[in-house]
């Protein structure tokens, strides 16, 4: 009976202890997997971003009571709001990178890798007057990851290069504030309303080609193609100079109830209509007041913008001064 007992509390031990070491060498081996991360730093403490990008500099910033991000203007120029479609989750892409995998505790030659200098220079600031600052090199050869290092630290890593070329983009190709984006091709019709007057622009149906329409009786007349083409692109995603105010406080004081010049662009597919209003100048006489409809109550936007005249009296001119074709 002893033996017998001896014997299967024998067995009991051989099966926990292989177990606990079959646990423990696949734990183990999962942390020897997981991804370390290059930093961490809370999303909703990031307040500022300065990226150089091969010799060019810019910097993002918000203030810590505001969710609005603006990219600093340069040699005095204003600064710009961001797009706030583009810029999304930049903030948590910036808050904790995973690297692919650290490759050596220290580095001989950071020019071999693209980082003596580096490619991209990158500082992210929180409101505590914290900073992380790290650099970005070129691909790996199988150019599926990017060198990087931290500021102050000797170990090289690589990242995924999806990753480092939206941190590249920022700088290259900043999101600079757009009133909305959407696809000139989806265009079907565009109407602007300027008082009782009212000009129509509509797209053939299968010819693509787009008309003026007339007054009821009258002929469309055609337009010159390319310069309608080129006034519709400027129309998909007109740009903002200035977030005034996140709500209208009461639009007749802008010259925005009723509008000076609505424009209204009908798409196909079933896609919502965009309306835009353009009200009275600002007091610099430089700008005017603009708000946006986008036809949905899920992305209603209170926004009062400015936006420079230079970059309106082309889309006001198309109300008045249609780019008809030369006969």
């Not at 646990?23 to 991804?35: H, I, V, W």
């Not at 991000?69 to 340069?74: D, L, M």
């Given at each position: 009976?002893?033996?017998?007992?001896?014997?299967?509390?024998v067995?009991?031990?051989?099966?926990?202890?292989?177990?606990?070491?079959v646990?423990?060498?696949?734990?183990?081996?999962?942390?020897?997997?997981?991804?370390p991360?290059?930093?961490r730093?809370?999303?909703?403490?990031?307040?500022?971003?300065?990226?150089?990008?091969?010799g060019?500099?810019?910097?993002?910033?918000?203030?810590?009571?505001?969710?609005?991000?603006?990219?600093?203007?340069?040699?005095?120029?204003?600064?710009?709001?961001?797009?706030?479609?583009?810029?999304?989750?930049?903030?948590?892409?910036?808050?904790?990178?995973?690297?692919?995998?650290?490759?050596?505790?220290g580095?001989?030659?950071?020019?071999?890798?693209?980082?003596?200098?580096?490619?991209?220079?990158?500082?992210?600031?929180?409101?505590?007057?914290?900073?992380?600052?790290?650099?970005?090199?070129?691909?790996?050869?199988?150019?599926?990851?990017?060198?990087?290092?931290?500021?102050?630290?000797?170990t090289?890593?690589?990242?995924?290069i999806?990753?480092?070329?939206v941190?590249?983009?920022?700088?290259?190709?900043?999101?600079?504030?757009?009133?909305?984006?959407?696809?000139?091709?989806?265009?079907?019709?565009?109407?602007?309303?300027?008082?009782?007057?009212?000009?129509?622009?509509a797209?053939?149906?299968?010819?693509?080609?787009?008309?003026?329409?007339?007054?009821?009786?009258?002929?469309?007349?055609?337009?010159?193609q390319?310069?309608?083409?080129?006034?519709?692109?400027?129309?998909?995603n007109?740009?903002?100079?200035?977030?005034?105010?996140?709500?209208?406080?009461?639009?007749?004081?802008?010259?925005?109830?009723?509008?000076?010049?609505?424009?209204?662009?009908?798409?196909?597919?079933?896609?919502?209509?965009?309306?835009?209003?353009?009200?009275?100048?600002?007091?610099?006489?430089?700008?005017?007041?603009?708000?946006?409809?986008?036809g949905?109550?899920?992305?209603?936007?209170?926004?009062?913008?400015?936006?420079?005249?230079?970059?309106?009296?082309?889309?006001?001119?198309?109300?008045?001064?249609?780019?008809?074709a030369?006969?």
């Open positions: 009976m002893n033996i017998r007992l001896s014997i299967l509390l067995v009991v031990l051989i099966i926990f202890g292989g177990t606990f070491l646990l423990r060498f696949t734990d183990s081996n999962e942390r020897a997997e997981t991804s991360w290059l930093y730093i809370n999303e909703g403490d990031i307040v500022g971003l300065e990226i150089v990008y091969q060019e500099e810019i910097s993002y910033y918000r203030s810590p009571a505001s969710r609005i991000w603006y990219i600093k203007g340069s040699s005095g120029d204003p600064d710009i709001p961001v797009f706030q479609e583009r810029w999304g989750g930049t903030p948590l892409l910036l808050s904790g990178p995973k690297v692919t995998r650290p490759l050596s505790d580095i001989e030659d950071p020019a071999s890798f693209g980082l003596e200098p580096p490619e991209t220079a990158v500082k992210v600031l929180d409101r505590y007057g914290n900073e992380v600052a790290f650099h970005l090199g070129i691909p790996t050869p199988d150019n599926q990851n990017q060198y990087a290092r931290l500021v102050g630290d000797d090289l890593f690589t990242v995924p999806e990753w480092a070329s941190v590249n983009r920022l700088a290259n190709d900043p999101p600079v504030g757009r009133l909305y984006q959407i696809d000139p091709r989806s265009a079907l019709v565009v109407q602007f309303f300027r008082g009782d007057d009212i000009t129509r622009y797209m053939e149906d299968g010819t693509g080609r787009w008309f003026l329409e007339g007054e009821e009786g009258e002929e469309p007349k055609l337009l010159d390319i310069a309608w083409a080129e006034s519709l692109q400027m129309m998909s007109p740009r903002l100079d200035q977030i005034l105010a996140s709500d209208i406080d009461d639009p007749k004081l802008y010259g925005l109830d009723p509008p000076n010049t609505a424009v209204v662009i009908v798409r196909q597919g079933g896609e919502r209509a965009i309306e835009w209003y353009i009200g009275d100048l600002t007091p610099d006489g430089r700008s005017r007041y603009v708000s946006v409809n986008l949905s109550l899920l992305s209603e936007d209170t926004n009062l913008y400015a936006v420079l005249n230079s970059r309106l009296d082309p889309i006001i001119a198309l109300a008045t001064d249609p780019v008809l030369t006969p």
